[in-house]
């Protein structure tokens, strides 16, 4: 590129970074044309285009610059911010896994994937990348906060106040840390009662439980002892009428019948003598 052409796209950059993104993408079209092969005129076309809000056409220009300068990282950063901003999280994964793989110490690259992978609610994935985002720069408040923030997507209110905490003493000055703390452990809190709760409704339901076990088997047992009575009225001799014969009438016949027999015995043998 010419010298004229670099003052011309240092003019765009520097409305790029005034935020002038339709003057900038104004003055890169004779760039475009000119330059078609600069991976520099798809970068500010790509950041251009970012600012503007014409995420897909940045998309597209993100993708000109990554394969035009393939030793970059910075096109696949991009990229990835682009994606999760389109709310394309599982391609968002996909690109930021790339990264990490091409720059497994650069901290940023961590951060990034963390963000995808929260985006697609792979929360336990993206607290292992936030993690290790830490590991290679500790002193960065944001990569703390933003550990909190997975951590209370994913019900960890505890684990997510410790972050703060860690955040907001990197960077005493900011309110909004303190209320992220407050809400952490406000949730914590009712987390904690919620786990009581469910422990009493859990201990009451299994009391009720054995109450009604206790009066199942004694229903049973009940019945039980009512059937062998039946049965056993039912095994006993029967009078003319089909009532059953009481154990002392059963008694009686019987003494009734040895007298009667023990009369004519002696009325037979005694006699004799």
């Known amino acids: 590129m010419a010298d004229g052409a670099d003052d011309d796209l240092g003019a765009v950059e520097a409305l790029i970074d005034s935020g002038a993104w339709a003057d900038a993408l104004k003055a890169l079209g004779p760039l475009r044309r000119a330059h078609p092969s600069d991976p520099r005129v798809w970068r500010a076309q790509a950041l251009a285009l970012r600012g503007a809000g014409e995420l897909q056409e940045a998309q597209y220009a993100a993708d000109r610059w990554a394969s035009l300068d393939e030793a970059a990282v910075e096109p696949v950063r991009l990229r990835v911010d682009l994606l999760i901003e389109r709310k394309k999280h599982y391609a968002a994964v996909e690109a930021a896994e790339q990264l990490t793989a091409r720059t497994p110490d650069d901290a940023d690259a961590f951060v990034c994937l963390a963000q995808a ?36 997507a994913a019900s960890r209110p505890d684990a997510a106040a410790r972050h703060y905490r860690d955040a907001l003493a990197l960077d005493p000055d900011n309110g909004h840390l303190a209320q992220s703390i407050q809400r ?49 009225r039912a095994s006993r001799p029967t009078d003319a009428s089909g009532r059953p014969i009481s154990r002392w009438r059963q008694a009686r016949t019987w003494i009734a019948v040895l007298i009667v027999v023990a009369l004519l015995l002696y009325l037979r043998f005694g006699r004799a003598r």
């Not at 697609?120 to 990348?129: C, E, T």
């Not at 500790?138 to 990569?143: A, D, M, S, Y």
């Not at 019945?223 to 009575?229: L, P, S, T, V, Y």
């Open 117 to 152: 992978q929260r985006g697609a609610g792979l929360l336990p994935r993206a607290r292992d990348s936030i993690e290790r985002a830490i590991s290679l720069d500790p002193l960065r408040p944001e990569i703390h906060e933003l550990a909190g923030s997975i951590d209370m």
């Open 184 to 232: 952490a452990l406000e949730a914590a809190d009712a987390r904690r009662s919620d786990v009581r709760s469910s422990a009493s409704k859990q201990k009451k339901a299994s009391k009720q439980r054995a109450k009604e076990v206790g009066a199942a088997d004694k229903d049973r047992a009940r019945q039980q002892a009512k059937a062998e009575r039946q049965l056993r």
